[in-house]
C-alpha cells in the first residue's frame, strides 16, 4: 500500500485509476486511522463498515474521485443506509432512505461514504460539543482546544490524516470556522451554486451553503466542479462559468485589488497574533503582484444582521423537531433537545410572518450593500476567526443562554456571517500558526459567483506558502 497520507483526494482517485491501489485498499487505510485516532478526536460518530465496503462491491462509478473514501457531516446531508442525527438526541436511529441531491451527486463522482461526522445541535455552535455524542471533538493540533463548528468533525477527521477531504456545510461560517481552528483550505459556495434538494430549495432562506473542507485548493475545486449547478426544480442557480473550478486552479489570477480589513464590524478585539498573520498575508499578495489597500466591511448594522441568524436557526429547528415528531408520532421529552435548542424553538415560534418577511429583506438588503462595495475590490482579506483556536468549554455552556450564544461568539466571528447573508463566496487559507502552534486563517470573500477566481488566487498562495506538509502531532501518531 502508498502512504495514504502522502496524497490529496484526486491524487488517490489517479492512483485507483492507474491500478496502484484499490479503493477497498483506501477505505481500510481511513478506517485504520479512525481506529487509531478517533478516539481521541471523536470526530468520525457514525460509521457502518460493512455498508461502505459494500458501496464499494456493487461498483463504483467512474467521476474524478473514484474509491477515495468520503466522510459526511452528521447535518443535513442524508445517505442511503447511513444514520443522520442533526447531532440531536431526538433524532437518535433515524436512518435515511434516499440519497439528497447534494449526496447523490457526492456518489456519482466516486467517493466511497466511510461515516458520519460530528456536529453541534442542528448546526447552531460554532464549536463541535454535542450532548449527544457523550464528549467533545477535540482539535488535532491540541486536544484540549476546539476544532471549531459546525463542521468540528469533518475538520477533524481531515486535519488528522482520516480522509483527504470531507463533506461540510456553512450558514455563518460552519466551513470556514472549523477549517481554519485545523489548519484546512475551506470554501463557502455562492448562494445557489451547490444544490439543496430535492426536499427543500434552499437552507437558512438561502444562507446556508453545502460543500467540504480539505487539506489542497484543488481537491476543493475538484469538488464544487462534481457538486455544482442546479438540480432539477431548483429555485435559482448561481451563474455557471467556463471551464470550471479545477481549471481555475492552473490559471494565475491577474493582478487584483484587494481590500485588507483588520477591524471587526461590531467593534470587538482582534488577537494580535491573527492581525499579525493576515498583514503577512497581504504582504504576500503585494509580492505576488497584487493591489492591496486597507478598507472595512460595508457599514452595516451587526445587530440587525445577528437577528437574521437569531431567527433562521430557530425557524430551521422547529421544522426539523416538527418533522421528526410527526415520523415519530410523539413531541420530544425534555432531555432530548439541549437547552440552547429549546430556547432557539422557543424564539422562533413566537415571531411572525412579518418578522420572516422583514429578515429576508434585511439579507437581500446586506447582499446589495456588499456588491456596491465590491466594485472597487476583486476580494477582501480579514481574519477568519478573530482569536486562535479557542479551549474547549469556552465556547459552549449548558448555562448559556441563546441570546449569550449570539453576544459570546460576536467577539469570535464576526468577519464571517456578512459572506452568507450577501449569497457570495468565501474562503479561509491556512498560511499562519501561532506561537502555540494553532492554524490562524486568512479570510477572503468575493463577489457573487466569483469562485474561480478565489481558487486562482487560493492556488497562487498554496504554491507560494505551501501547507500540505505542515500537520499536526495527532496525525504522526497511532
Avoid at 15 to 20: A, M
Avoid at 124 to 147: D, F, K, Q, V
Wanted: negative net charge.
Amino acid at each position: 500500500m502508498v502512504d495514504y497520507e502522502k496524497y490529496d483526494a484526486l491524487a488517490l482517485a489517479d492512483l485507483v485509476r492507474r491500478g496502484e491501489v484499490s479503493p477497498g485498499e483506501l477505505l481500510d487505510e481511513a478506517l485504520k486511522r479512525v481506529d487509531e485516532r478517533n478516539p481521541k478526536l471523536n470526530a468520525v460518530v457514525w460509521e457502518n463498515r460493512e455498508l461502505s465496503r459494500k458501496l464499494i462491491g456493487d461498483g463504483l462509478p467512474d467521476g474524478p474521485f473514484k474509491g477515495v473514501p468520503l466522510l459526511v457531516k452528521d447535518s443535513g446531508m442524508p445517505v442511503t443506509g447511513f444514520v443522520s442525527t442533526n447531532g440531536c438526541r431526538f433524532f437518535e436511529g433515524a436512518r435515511q432512505i434516499a440519497d439528497s441531491e447534494l449526496t447523490s451527486r457526492m456518489r456519482e463522482a466516486g467517493f466511497v461514504f466511510a461515516g458520519m461526522t460530528a456536529s453541534p445541535e442542528f448546526g447552531m455552535n460554532i464549536t463541535t460539543e454535542a450532548r449527544l455524542y457523550g464528549s467533545p471533538t477535540r482539535n488535532p493540533w491540541n486536544l484540549e482546544h476546539s476544532a471549531g463548528g459546525s463542521s468540528g468533525g469533518s475538520s477533524a477527521a481531515v486535519a488528522a490524516g482520516i480522509v483527504p477531504m470531507a463533506a461540510a456545510s456553512d450558514g455563518a461560517g460552519s466551513i470556514r470556522i472549523p477549517a481554519s481552528a485545523c489548519g484546512l483550505f475551506g470554501l463557502k459556495p455562492s448562494r445557489g451554486r451547490v444544490p439543496a434538494g430535492p426536499k427543500k430549495g434552499e437552507g437558512l432562506a438561502g444562507l446556508a451553503s453545502y460543500h467540504a473542507v480539505s487539506r489542497t485548493v484543488r481537491d476543493s475545486a475538484a469538488m464544487l466542479d462534481a457538486l455544482g449547478g442546479a438540480d432539477l426544480g431548483a429555485p435559482y442557480a448561481a451563474p455557471s462559468r467556463e471551464n470550471g473550478f479545477l481549471e481555475a486552479t492552473r490559471r494565475e489570477p491577474g493582478r487584483l485589488r484587494i481590500g485588507l480589513v483588520e477591524a471587526a464590524p461590531n467593534g470587538t478585539p482582534v488577537d494580535e497574533q491573527v492581525l499579525a498573520a493576515i498583514r503577512e498575508t497581504a504582504r504576500l499578495c503585494e509580492s505576488l503582484g497584487h493591489h492591496v489597500e486597507a478598507t472595512t466591511l460595508p457599514n452595516i448594522d451587526y445587530e440587525q444582521q445577528a437577528g437574521i441568524f437569531k431567527l433562521l436557526i430557530g425557524i430551521s429547528a422547529l421544522g426539523a423537531v416538527e418533522a421528526r415528531s410527526a415520523i415519530l408520532g410523539r413531541q420530544p421529552l425534555h432531555d432530548e433537545l439541549e437547552p440552547m435548542t429549546w430556547e432557539a424553538m422557543e424564539y422562533a415560534s413566537k415571531r411572525s410572518a412579518l418578522d420572516y418577511s422583514k429578515i429576508v429583506a434585511l439579507a437581500h438588503a446586506l447582499g446589495r450593500k456588499h456588491a456596491e462595495h465590491m466594485l472597487a475590490f476583486d476580494a477582501l482579506l480579514t481574519p477568519t476567526l478573530q482569536h486562535p483556536p479557542a479551549m474547549l468549554g469556552t465556547l459552549a455552556s449548558p448555562s448559556m443562554t441563546f441570546d449569550e450564544m449570539f453576544t459570546h461568539h460576536a467577539g469570535h466571528i464576526s468577519f464571517l456571517s456578512l459572506a452568507n447573508a450577501a449569497g457570495v463566496p468565501a474562503m479561509t487559507v491556512p498560511l499562519a500558526w501561532s506561537a502555540e502552534d494553532l492554524p490562524i486563517g486568512s479570510h477572503f470573500v468575493g463577489a457573487f459567483g466569483q469562485e474561480q477566481m478565489l481558487f486562482s488566487l487560493a492556488a497562487q498562495l498554496e504554491e507560494s506558502k505551501p501547507w500540505f506538509d505542515r500537520r499536526p502531532p495527532l496525525a504522526t501518531q497511532g
